[in-house]
């Protein structure tokens, strides 16, 4: 079955650049998408299309994808952007959608 | 402002049939949107199900495909989800959304669907 890579922690100190990556071997054809989950509450897409960024998303949060990786960057990351982070895609046939395991980002 | 919302049973026998509906406000599903769930089991990642347009045409996880249903009640601007055969590795908090479908054409058409409204979640455990 198809599977997307994240590492499992990312941590920075407020005002830094937090990146958090994805890996799939159909990202270089699939869009990729990214879910932010803070405790208790349900995900929030934070970018769709490899790099388009919903209304009402803050200008820090941005996406890109290259090859078989695509990276989620937090510039300037706040306090309040902690959380769980998930990379959504799919297969290479389109039929099986898949998330990433996750990242959970510390800004401390 | 759409809002969905989860509701069901929050035990659930093992083998037993899980059965549990969304209410949608503020927005008609027989709209252009498609609809779906998620589920998440405790302290884990999230898993997509499936998805459904009002017209009934759905989509499932082909590791789920077997035991799942999802079903639309236009007339009570609800959607459903059945899922069969329970186990212990079912317990988890499930989430309705609404989907967006994307046409991407690049030479072939390609068809995305992602969630952007999601229900707050209901947990469901399964146990006896």
């Known amino acids: 079955s198809y599977e997307l890579t994240q590492p499992p922690s990312v941590s920075v100190s407020p005002g830094q650049t937090a990146r958090i990556t994805c890996s799939g071997d159909?990202?270089?054809?699939?869009?990729s998408y990214w879910y932010q989950q803070k405790s208790g509450q349900a995900p929030v897409l934070v970018i769709y299309?490899?790099?388009k960024r919903p209304s009402g998303i803050p200008e820090r949060f941005s996406g890109s994808s290259s090859g078989t990786m695509a990276t989620l960057t937090i510039s300037g990351a706040q306090v309040e952007d902690e959380g769980d982070y998930f990379c959504?895609?799919?297969?290479?046939?389109?039929?099986?959608?898949?998330f990433g395991g996750g990242t959970k980002l510390t800004v401390l | 402002q759409v809002q969905l919302q989860e509701s069901g049973p929050g035990l659930v026998k093992p083998s037993e049939t899980l059965s549990l509906t969304c209410t949608v406000s503020?927005?008609?599903?027989?709209?252009?949107?498609?609809w779906g769930w998620i589920r998440q089991p405790p302290g884990k990642g999230l898993q997509w199900i499936g998805n459904?347009?009002?017209?009934?045409?759905?989509y499932y996880n082909p590791s789920l495909k077997s035991r799942v249903t999802i079903s639309a009640d236009t007339s009570k601007n609800q959607f459903s989800l059945m899922l069969s055969s329970v186990t212990a590795a079912d317990t988890a908090v499930y989430y309705c959304?609404?989907?967006?479908?994307?046409?991407?054409?690049?030479?072939?058409?390609?068809?995305?669907?992602?969630?952007?409204?999601w229900g707050k979640g209901t947990t469901v455990t399964v146990s006896s």
């Open positions: 959304a609404r989907v967006v479908r994307e046409t991407v054409v690049r030479g072939l058409i390609s068809y995305y669907y992602y969630m952007d409204v």
């Open positions: 503020a927005y008609s599903i027989s709209s252009a949107y498609y």
């Open positions: 459904i347009y009002h017209s009934g045409s759905t």
């Open positions: 159909a990202l270089p054809k699939k869009y």
């Open positions: 299309e490899d790099n």
């Open positions: 959504y895609s799919t297969d290479s046939s389109g039929n099986n959608w898949v």
